[in-house]
């Protein structure tokens, strides 16, 4: 399984940003995916995940009504689009596996992408 995200950067407050995470090595268009982000000397927090055909997406609740997640079955990646973006949202983010929907545990993961919002 090989998972690289990529999108991140430098943004002010306000600014939105697109992430981008390349899958290879699996069966990509039947599995559920997801992104979760770490910031310094926090925990993993789960972000947002969705289903093997796009549908269900599901978000944290820091990030509802900002952050959206799709994917491209052809493409092989999976995108979170976030708009609105707060100081708090600075954290490396990385797209991972899923069991399911609901699940809140990453399977497997990839290198991250930072992202850092200045106030």
């Known amino acids: 399984v090989q998972l690289q995200a990529s999108g991140g950067g430098l943004v002010q407050a306000g600014d939105s940003l697109r992430l981008s995470c390349a899958a290879s090595?699996?069966?990509?268009?039947?599995?559920?995916m997801g992104w979760f982000r770490q910031a310094p000397g926090k925990e993993r927090e789960f972000v947002a995940s969705?289903?093997?055909?796009?549908?269900?997406?599901s978000y944290g609740d820091s990030v509802k009504g900002r952050f959206t997640i799709s994917r491209d079955n052809a493409k092989n990646t999976v995108y979170l689009q976030m708009n609105s973006l707060k100081p708090e949202d600075t954290a490396v983010y990385f797209c991972?596996?899923?069991?399911?929907?609901?699940?809140?545990?990453?399977?497997?993961w990839g290198q991250g992408t930072l992202v850092t919002v200045s106030s």
């Open positions: 991972a596996t899923l069991r399911s929907v609901y699940s809140r545990l990453p399977d497997d």
């Open positions: 090595g699996f069966a990509f268009r039947i599995t559920v």
């Open positions: 969705i289903n093997r055909s796009g549908g269900l997406p």
